[in-house]
């Protein structure tokens, strides 16, 4: 079982940026990809990025593209996603997950809230 961590939610003003990590522990860790996702009130959890682990390669939503960076550090195991230009319309709670093998998000967080005043 792998435990993920996230954390760096909190309440800022629209055009503002906050970054969120993901701490992951456990057995050891080893992933095909990690991704982010957020839950508006009211609404369908949403996949917002994603992270291929070893490659690196990243894929955007494109309600954040060019707004969110997704990216991680191997030797923390934490993946990262940095956001910038927040609007109102992102305001919900994010969850990052974990794929250890391409064959599904097995793993989840607890979420962190991200609220964005207009």
């Known amino acids: 079982q792998v435990q993920l961590v996230e954390s760096g939610g909190g309440l800022v003003q629209a055009g503002g940026s906050l970054r969120l990590s993901c701490a992951a522990s456990?057995?050891?860790?080893?992933?095909?990809?990690m991704a982010w996702f957020r839950q508006a009130p009211g609404k369908a959890r949403e996949f917002v990025a994603i992270?291929?682990?070893?490659?690196?390669?990243?894929y955007y939503a494109n309600s954040v593209k060019g707004r969110f960076t997704i990216s991680r550090d191997n030797t923390k195991n934490t993946v990262y996603l940095q956001m910038n230009s927040l609007k109102p319309e992102d305001t919900a709670v994010y969850y990052c997950?974990?794929?250890?093998?391409?064959?599904?998000?097995?793993?989840w967080g607890q979420g962190t809230q991200v609220t964005v005043s207009s």
């Open positions: 997950a974990a794929d250890p093998n391409g064959t599904g998000w097995k793993d």
């Open positions: 992270i291929i682990w070893n490659a690196g390669n990243t």
């Open positions: 456990g057995r050891t860790f080893s992933s095909y990809a």
